[in-house]
C-alpha cells in the first residue's frame, strides 16, 4: 500500500495514522462535492472538524471554521465575506483513495476570522507558509499536548496544528487537566484556573511547558505559576490574527519574533511581517494586506524589548483623560478572589465615560479599591464597580469586550453593583 500524504501545512511531520487516513477520506469526499485546488470550504461542526480541515488542505483549499455562538447576522456576513464553494458538516467518512497534496507555501489554507464579539467579523486568508514559520518560530514543544479550547478559535487551532507539526500527542481537555499533559496551551482566563487547581489540590505534574497568548499577563500571576510549576516553562507570545506571532517571552521580557520588523508610529505598533495574513476577503475578493499593518495597538519598544499597553480602542476617554483599559485590568487581575475583569467605560453625559470595572470571581470590595489606590493614579481608578457571574466570552475563552461595551451602554449587562 502505498503510503499517505502528509497534509502540507504540517511540514511533512509524522501524523497519526488514524488521522492521516480520515484527513484522506475527507479530501476525497471534498473532492467528490466539487472542491478543488484554489477552493474555499466553511466547516460547520465539530465532528472530526480536524480530519476535515486537513483535507482541504490536501487538496489546496482553504478552510474558514464557523464559529457556533455567531448569530444568524455574523454568520451570514461572514459568508458573504468568505464565498466558499462548499459548506459542509464534518462527519465520520469512509476510507477512500490517496490524494496528492497541491499547492505549495504560499497556497491558502485557513481564513481566520478577527475576534469580532459584535458587528460584522473580518474574514483573512493566511497561506501556509504563514503558520509554517510561525510554527518554527514558536519551536517545538514535548508531547502529549493538550488544547484547551475550541478549533473555531484561531488560537486554539494554531496549538493544534503545532503540536502535529512538532510530532506530538494531541489531546482535547479542560485546562485543569493540563497536569497530565507535558504542554498545553491556554488563555490568561485558563492559565489562573490551572494555577488555581494546583493550589488548591497540590498533585504531581507531567506539565513542563505551558504555551499562553491572548492577552496581557501580569507579575502575579507569573510568579504563582512559577510556585505552583516549578518544574514548567511558561512561554508568552504576543500577536494577532492579523500577524499571527509577533513577540515571544521566555523567561524575562518580550521579544521580537526573528524576521519580524516592528516600527512604532506615535506609540503605535506597525508590522512588516512573512507570517502575516495576506489580506482580507471582501464579498470574495481579496483585498491585499499593506507592506506595513496596525491593528492598534499601543507599545513601548526599548532595547529590544517590546511592552504592551493595550489596543487603542480599548482606550477610554474619561473627563479628558486618556485611560488604557488594560494597564488598569493587569492591576485588578492580581487581587484574590478575581478570576477575571474586563475594564470598559459607562457613558457620562459630562466626562464622556466613566471607568467601569466589571470583574468575574469573589474578590473583596475593599481589596481591589486597595489596589487601585495603590498602583493607579486618580484618573485610572475605576468609578463604577460591578460584578457578573460570568463574563461574556469570545471562542478563544477572552472576555468579549465589545460586547460588555455594548451591554454597559444598553444597560443590559447581567451585573450587578459591587459592595
Given at each position: 500500500m502505498t503510503a499517505l500524504a502528509v497534509p502540507p501545512v504540517l511540514g511533512g511531520a509524522a501524523v497519526p495514522a488514524g488521522l492521516l487516513r480520515r484527513a484522506h477520506a475527507a479530501a476525497a469526499e471534498l473532492a467528490r462535492r466539487g472542491v478543488r485546488d484554489g477552493g474555499r470550504v466553511a466547516l460547520e461542526g465539530n465532528d472530526d472538524l480536524l480530519a476535515w480541515f486537513l483535507g482541504a488542505d490536501l487538496l489546496g483549499a482553504a478552510s474558514l471554521v464557523v464559529e457556533p455562538r455567531w448569530t444568524a447576522r455574523e454568520r451570514a456576513a461572514v459568508l458573504d465575506d468568505a464565498r466558499p464553494d462548499l459548506v459542509v458538516r464534518p462527519t465520520p467518512t469512509e476510507p477512500g483513495p490517496g490524494t496528492t497534496p497541491a499547492g505549495d507555501g504560499r497556497t491558502p489554507f485557513y481564513l481566520p476570522t478577527t475576534s469580532g464579539s459584535s458587528g460584522r467579523p473580518t474574514v483573512l486568508r493566511r497561506s501556509r507558509d504563514s503558520w509554517l514559520r510561525s510554527f518554527a518560530a514558536l519551536g517545538a514543544v514535548p508531547?502529549?499536548?493538550?488544547?484547551?479550547?475550541?478549533?473555531?478559535?484561531?488560537?486554539?487551532?494554531?496549538?493544534?496544528?503545532?503540536?502535529?507539526?512538532?510530532?506530538?500527542?494531541?489531546?482535547?481537555?479542560r485546562a485543569a487537566d493540563a497536569r497530565a499533559a507535558a504542554t498545553t496551551h491556554v488563555v490568561p482566563a485558563m492559565l489562573a484556573d490551572l494555577v488555581a487547581t494546583q493550589e488548591r489540590a497540590p498533585a504531581e505534574t507531567a506539565l513542563r511547558t505551558v504555551v499562553c497568548g491572548g492577552a496581557h499577563l501580569g507579575d502575579g500571576l507569573r510568579a504563582r505559576f512559577r510556585e505552583a510549576f516549578?518544574?514548567?516553562?511558561?512561554?508568552?507570545?504576543?500577536?494577532?490574527?492579523?500577524?499571527?506571532?509577533?513577540?515571544?517571552?521566555?523567561?524575562?521580557?518580550?521579544?521580537?519574533?526573528?524576521?519580524?520588523?516592528?516600527?512604532?508610529?506615535?506609540?503605535?505598533?506597525?508590522?512588516?511581517?512573512?507570517?502575516?495574513?495576506?489580506?482580507?476577503?471582501?464579498?470574495?475578493?481579496?483585498?491585499?494586506?499593506?507592506?506595513?499593518?496596525?491593528?492598534?495597538?499601543?507599545?513601548?519598544?526599548?532595547?529590544?524589548?517590546?511592552?504592551?499597553?493595550?489596543?487603542?480602542?480599548?482606550?477610554?476617554?474619561?473627563?479628558?483623560?486618556?485611560?488604557?483599559?488594560?494597564?488598569?485590568?493587569?492591576?485588578?487581575?492580581?487581587?484574590?478572589?478575581?478570576?477575571?475583569?474586563?475594564?470598559?467605560?459607562?457613558?457620562?453625559?459630562?466626562?464622556?465615560?466613566?471607568?467601569?470595572?466589571?470583574?468575574?470571581?469573589?474578590?473583596?470590595?475593599?481589596?481591589?479599591?486597595?489596589?487601585?489606590?495603590?498602583?493607579?493614579?486618580?484618573?485610572?481608578?475605576?468609578?463604577?464597580?460591578?460584578?457578573?457571574?460570568?463574563?461574556?466570552?469570545?471562542?478563544?475563552?477572552?472576555?468579549?469586550?465589545?460586547?460588555?461595551?455594548?451591554?454597559?451602554?444598553?444597560?443590559?449587562?447581567?451585573?450587578?453593583?459591587?459592595?
Open positions: 508531547g502529549p499536548v493538550l488544547i484547551a479550547g475550541p478549533l473555531s478559535s484561531s488560537l486554539f487551532l494554531f496549538g493544534a496544528l503545532h503540536a502535529l507539526w512538532c510530532g506530538a500527542e494531541l489531546r482535547f481537555g516549578p518544574e514548567a516553562e511558561l512561554v508568552e507570545y504576543y500577536g494577532s490574527a492579523e500577524h499571527s506571532l509577533i513577540a515571544i517571552r521566555r523567561g524575562a521580557g518580550l521579544r521580537p519574533v526573528p524576521g519580524v520588523d516592528l516600527d512604532v508610529r506615535d506609540g503605535t505598533l506597525w508590522v512588516r511581517s512573512p507570517l502575516a495574513a495576506d489580506g482580507t476577503l471582501r464579498a470574495g475578493r481579496l483585498e491585499p494586506a499593506g507592506e506595513w499593518t496596525t491593528v492598534g495597538d499601543r507599545v513601548d519598544l526599548h532595547d529590544g524589548l517590546l511592552t504592551v499597553h493595550g489596543r487603542g480602542s480599548a482606550v477610554i476617554s474619561s473627563g479628558g483623560r486618556l485611560v488604557a483599559a488594560e494597564e488598569v485590568e493587569t492591576v485588578l487581575r492580581e487581587v484574590p478572589g478575581v478570576d477575571d475583569v474586563v475594564v470598559t467605560g459607562t457613558p457620562h453625559a459630562r466626562l464622556g465615560a466613566l471607568v467601569t470595572a466589571v470583574v468575574e470571581g469573589e474578590p473583596a470590595s475593599a481589596d481591589l479599591r486597595a489596589a487601585a489606590r495603590h498602583a493607579l493614579e486618580p484618573g485610572k481608578r475605576p468609578r463604577v464597580w460591578l460584578r457578573a457571574k460570568a463574563l461574556p466570552r469570545t471562542a478563544s475563552g477572552k472576555p468579549a469586550r465589545a460586547v460588555i461595551a455594548d451591554g454597559l451602554a444598553a444597560g443590559t449587562l447581567d451585573a450587578e453593583p459591587l459592595r
